[in-house]
């Protein structure tokens, strides 16, 4: 019973990542070898074997608490290990979120970020570039019983006074509905913890899943970051149900609130109605309880306004139980196996097709670019090989005439090669305007501004006025950026056309590049911002500042998330936009030399002719080699790149 379906599928395509991975290596090594990649070649490649490497798989898990989230996991990844690896049990168990995924650079452990760190700035992505934030415990990875042991810490909990409580943002005084949770001793159990790092050499997570197990109860509202960040770059997200409980108001929320928005088109979303083992009732036949069980499938998916084939019955329990026993049938009756496959369908081939389409852009990039620069040589050669065949028999006179040609060739060339440094120095001035406008540092002032801002307001009006003028400055910035991109590739764009027209240099269309993409998540936070806006500070009372500033503080980290992507891939592209020119350049030099050493060689002894053009036909041969080598390792990415870890085409799945 080791393998399921999802583990499978997870497995080829991790082998099929790392085929693809080979074989672009081999086209990059190669290239190296030859001498035939420039700076910005090796590094697209790279970037697309770093991106294949650290190609991760995140899956998080939303609901309300005790639905069995943790069990859940614990059947679908964890049943290897023979017993329960994440804490289950009936109440209030997880209490913080909870990240699974392997880095081999540390040991396997368990770290935890105390929830005292709630008072301080910074979200927990600033904190995770923190060590000595965390609290690190280290998995005994020889004794299953002891890691459930340190695991068990994922539950801890402290008993701190209402105001403590408050000041963490983990209760507020003006809603009775928490109020509520305060024993009578007017003390409240809290997590210990505000977020866990489980480390540990699981295969999956070693060939990069990322599983999310969430807490229950309201968590995801008190951890912006959840909202924000974690749950919309998932790229696949269950939410579970329970067929004990029924789909209770709070569950309605949790859906509303915070599964339903985050459906982008690529994510793939599953809605699980677990516990259906509660329905197994033996005085019924089999007949009987699957009605009651597409009875409550049927009422669940009508009050989250889903068809039915998108909600799975399953029983986690009954399924950890049967992998760990080896009961094939329990197995079957629980479910599971159609969830799993459901879930690696919706899961890998998306994941896949992006992967592919990165891969595929870089190699093609790099391939054509190779291909134009020895297309350009080997005709070249050609063209001095036709000129010498032309010499034989011919006077001195003529192979003078010859060489004055070639000498104004080069000349004018190198005006031309004025041109281009002068225009380099232009394109400088941009690029450092551009560099400014989009840069981090202007940025961390708009940042600075906005927390100012948002520190005096008292009230509401203020802090939606502080937010609104930060949205416009950046917004701003990220026009004007987008405007300066504009003018730098029209100016590259006339460049590479004179140089073609004029020196007969390969025509290339320089890169395209847009910020598009990041004014629409700008667009996305903004109103993500508006909505909590409306739900939650509307109402602000005095006290409540520490949850707007935290909120802002995630806020913020996310802008800078967004900035700092933005800006790698600016930079990425300015280079790309430059390095052919260059390359062509330094190679359309050195042709013009050989050419006049050649034509000079002739002018000094006329017998070496043959031996000269001998020597040019094979290199003829070399850069025909070369060409022809090329293409077979392009063809070798491809077609891995057009298989599917079974061996089928991709294309099919469309
Ligand atoms: N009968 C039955 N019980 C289940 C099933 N799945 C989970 N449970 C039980 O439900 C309780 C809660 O399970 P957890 O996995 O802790 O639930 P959770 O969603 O992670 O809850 P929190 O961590 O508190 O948010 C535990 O006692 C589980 O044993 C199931 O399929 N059938
Ligand atoms: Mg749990």
Redesign the pocket.
């Known amino acids: 019973m080791k393998s399921t379906t999802l583990v499978d599928e997870f497995e080829q395509y991790s082998a099929w990542r790392n085929d693809v991975h080979a074989r672009v290596e081999a086209l990059r090594d190669w290239l190296n070898a030859q001498e035939l990649g420039d700076a910005e070649s090796e590094m697209r490649l790279n970037q697309a074997l770093g991106r294949l490497q650290d190609d991760k798989l995140n899956v998080a898990v939303v609901?309300e608490?005790?639905?069995?989230?943790?069990?859940l996991i614990n059947a679908i990844f964890f049943s290897d290990y023979r017993q329960r690896v994440l804490p289950?049990?009936?109440?209030?168990?997880?209490m913080c979120p909870t990240e699974l995924f392997f880095d081999p650079l540390r040991r396997p452990s368990l770290r935890l970020l105390p929830i005292e760190t709630r008072r301080r700035d910074g979200s927990i992505a600033d904190f995770k570039r923190d060590a000595g934030a965390w609290t690190e415990f280290p998995l005994n990875l020889d004794s299953a019983e002891e890691i459930g042991a340190t695991l068990m810490r994922l539950a801890d909990t402290v008993d701190v006074d209402a105001a403590t409580a408050e000041a963490l943002g983990l209760l507020n005084s003006a809603d009775e509905e928490t109020m509520r949770g305060l024993a009578c001793d007017g003390t409240l159990a809290i997590p210990r913890w505000r977020h866990a790092l489980i480390n540990f050499p699981h295969p999956l997570l070693k060939q990069g899943l990322v599983i999310l197990d969430t807490?229950?109860l309201n968590a995801i509202g008190t951890e912006p970051e959840l909202t924000l960040s974690m749950l919309p770059s998932a790229h696949a997200v269950l939410f579970?149900l329970a067929a004990d409980t029924g789909v209770t108001k709070s569950d309605i929320e949790i859906w509303r609130q915070y599964i339903a928005p985050v459906q982008g088109t690529s994510r793939a979303r599953l809605v699980v109605l677990?516990?259906i083992?509660?329905l197994w009732d033996e005085l019924k036949t089999e007949a009987q309880i699957d009605a009651e069980i597409a009875r409550q499938v049927a009422s669940s998916a009508a009050l989250l306004d889903l068809p039915q084939s998108q909600l799975y019955p399953v029983?986690?329990?009954?399924a950890l139980v049967a992998k760990v026993k080896g009961d094939a049938a329990l197995l079957a009756k629980s479910r599971l196996p159609e969830l799993e496959a459901a879930l690696s369908q919706e899961l890998i081939p998306c994941k896949q097709a992006l992967v592919s389409e990165s891969t595929r852009a870089s190699v093609e990039d790099v391939v054509v670019k190779t291909t134009e620069l020895l297309e350009t040589r080997l005709a070249t050669i050609q063209d001095q090989v036709d000129e010498l065949q032309g010499l034989r028999g011919k006077n001195r006179d003529v192979v003078r005439h010859m060489m004055v040609k070639a000498n104004a060739d080069k000349q004018q060339f190198e005006r031309g090669l004025e041109q281009f440094y002068a225009l380099r120095n232009v394109f400088a001035t941009q690029v450092g305007a551009l560099r400014q406008r989009l840069g981090m540092e202007a940025l961390r002032s708009e940042v600075r501004h906005a927390r100012r801002a948002m520190e005096t307001s008292r009230f509401s009006a203020g802090l939606r006025e502080a937010m609104g003028h930060f949205f416009r400055e950046v917004d701003g910035n990220l026009e004007a950026s987008a405007a300066t991109i504009g003018e730098i590739r029209a100016m590259m764009t006339a460049m590479y056309r004179k140089f073609s027209d004029e020196h007969g240099l390969a025509a290339v269309s320089p890169p395209d590049h847009s910020l598009q993409k990041y004014h629409r998540e700008m667009a996305r936070l903004e109103r993500v911002f508006d909505e909590r806006f409306n739900t939650v500070f509307k109402m602000m009372t005095v006290g409540q500042n520490q949850l707007t500033a935290r909120f802002f503080e995630t806020l913020a980290s996310k802008v800078v998330q967004v900035f700092e992507l933005a800006n790698s891939e600016t930079e990425a592209w300015l280079k790309a936009l430059i390095a052919p020119m260059e390359t062509q350049v330094r190679e359309h030099k050195t042709q013009l030399k050989r050419r006049l050493e050649s034509v000079s060689l002739i002018h000094a002894a006329t017998e070496t002719l043959d031996e000269r053009i001998a020597e040019l036909e094979a290199s003829i041969e070399t850069v025909r080699d070369q060409l022809d080598r090329l293409a077979r390792l392009n063809l070798r990415v491809a077609e891995a790149l057009a298989d599917e870890p079974d061996g089928t085409p991709l294309a099919r799945m469309a």
């Open positions: 609901a608490f005790s639905r069995g989230k943790s069990e289950s049990s009936a109440g209030r168990t997880t807490p229950g579970l677990n516990k083992d509660g029983s986690a329990h009954k």
